[in-house]
């Protein structure tokens, strides 16, 4: 069972989405516009848990995986010891899956 996140992690978390988002920008020509919508609309961790019921990858993920920029999806941020205990195991299996375990 996942962990419920306080106020503060919630504003923790949507802050390094927030930069993932803006370094995909800067380092990789990405702007994933769709991502900010969802933050600005949902937060961080309902955008996440949203992300990670779905079964195919969004398209974020997948030109950050075409760029070579794994490092800078939300799906290799949920597996960090930091952020995994708000997450379910099959959020995490999800999360794992798509990124070949490579976070």
């Known amino acids: 069972m996942a962990d419920i996140p306080t106020k503060k992690d ?3 978390f949507a802050a390094v989405l927030r930069d993932m988002a ?8 990405y ?4 991502f900010r919508q969802m933050l600005a ?3 961080g961790f309902e955008t996440a848990h949203r992300l990670l019921s ?7 993920f997948t030109n950050m995986v075409l ?3 794994i490092d800078l999806t939300m799906e290799c941020l949920v597996q960090s010891p930091r952020w995994n205990r708000f997450f379910d195991p099959n959020e995490l299996a999800n999360a794992h899956s798509l990124t070949g375990g490579k976070c």
């Not at 803006?22 to 020509?29: F, G, L, M, N, P």
């Not at 702007?31 to 769709?34: G, L």
């Not at 779905?54 to 974020?60: A, I, T, W």
């Open 10 to 12: 919630e504003n923790e």
């Open 22 to 29: 803006d370094r995909s920008k800067a380092e990789v020509e």
């Open 31 to 34: 702007n994933p516009t769709r």
């Open 41 to 43: 609309a949902y937060g």
């Open 54 to 60: 779905k079964k195919e990858p969004s398209d974020g």
């Open 67 to 69: 760029a070579g920029r």
